[in-house]
């Protein structure tokens, strides 16, 4: 609640000192002088900007004729800023708050799970694929076993590199809170749901799960077999492969959680 308070107070600051902006235009012409003001009426009060000139014509002598001229502007761009702003925040809001109460359902129908050993991964894929599950996420058992597959095999083979962007903000982090993420999510033996993943690492939906199974299965075998050096997490930076098991592992139970055998 205080930060929807906060995003309203600050829309309407920056919408009032839109509006409260006032200024004057003066042009010469050959023999005239026109005076344009405008003045603005807009500060947290009526939804209107007051448009007025004044022409002034110079004539030989102390003789001049004054031509004024008026008019009321209803709906300034400074309002419409402010109710639009409002009107896309509340939406965002609404939509928020759907996707929180459906994360939540998710994680109430969601299984409990902690491995200790990534052949305990390999035997819950092959259980799922034999006595078959109900989802409480999004993903299938083959989509779920091609994510992994693809993770495991990142800190043998090297990650992918994502667009600039992307880059730049992951190595913010990394050189930030990199390491008290990494903390945070090996203490509490969890990963936040909802987080984005790499595009590339999203199978289809579809694909034939005694594939993807056999494919988790053997990229375990190699990632247990490996003695090499392992690649810079681009979230978490240097691991060992202790490290590098236990984030694993803890991949894997958070992505295998949303799938609850049958029976």
């Not at 990650?159 to 903000?169: D, G, K, N, V």
């Not at 799960?209 to 190699?222: F, M, S, T």
Request: aromatic share 10%; with cysteine; proline share 5%.
């Amino acid at each position: 609640m205080r930060r929807v308070v906060g995003v309203i107070l600050v829309v309407l600051a920056v919408a009032g000192l839109l509006s409260f902006l006032s200024f004057s235009v003066v042009t010469h012409v050959t023999g005239t002088q026109t005076e344009q003001r405008r003045t603005s009426w807009l500060w947290f009060g009526l939804p209107w900007r007051w448009y007025d000139s004044r022409t002034v014509t110079v004539t030989e002598g102390d003789k001049s004729e004054v031509e004024e001229t008026g008019g009321l502007i209803l709906l300034s761009p400074a309002w419409l800023i402010l109710v639009g702003s409002i009107g896309l925040f509340f939406a965002a809001y609404r939509i928020d708050k759907s996707i929180r109460r459906e994360r939540d359902r998710m994680a109430n129908a969601r299984r409990k799970l902690a491995f200790t050993d990534l052949n305990e991964v390999v035997k819950d894929t092959e259980h799922l694929l034999a006595v078959g599950y109900d989802k409480a996420g999004n993903w299938e058992l083959a989509q779920v076993c091609r994510h992994l597959a693809d993770w495991m095999r990142f800190p043998i083979e090297g990650f992918p590199r994502p667009p600039l962007p992307i880059r730049l903000i992951l190595w913010g982090v990394r050189n930030t809170l990199g390491k008290s993420l990494f903390r945070k999510y090996v203490d509490g033996n969890a990963m936040p749901a909802g987080k984005p993943t790499m595009p590339q690492t999203v199978a289809l939906p579809g694909g034939d799960p005694i594939a993807a199974v056999a494919d988790l299965g053997a990229a375990v075998e190699r990632f247990r077999a490996y003695t090499g050096e392992i690649h810079d997490s681009p979230l978490f930076g240097a691991m060992t492969k202790d490290d590098a098991t236990r984030l694993q592992l803890i991949h894997c139970a958070h992505h295998l959680s949303f799938l609850v055998p049958k029976g």
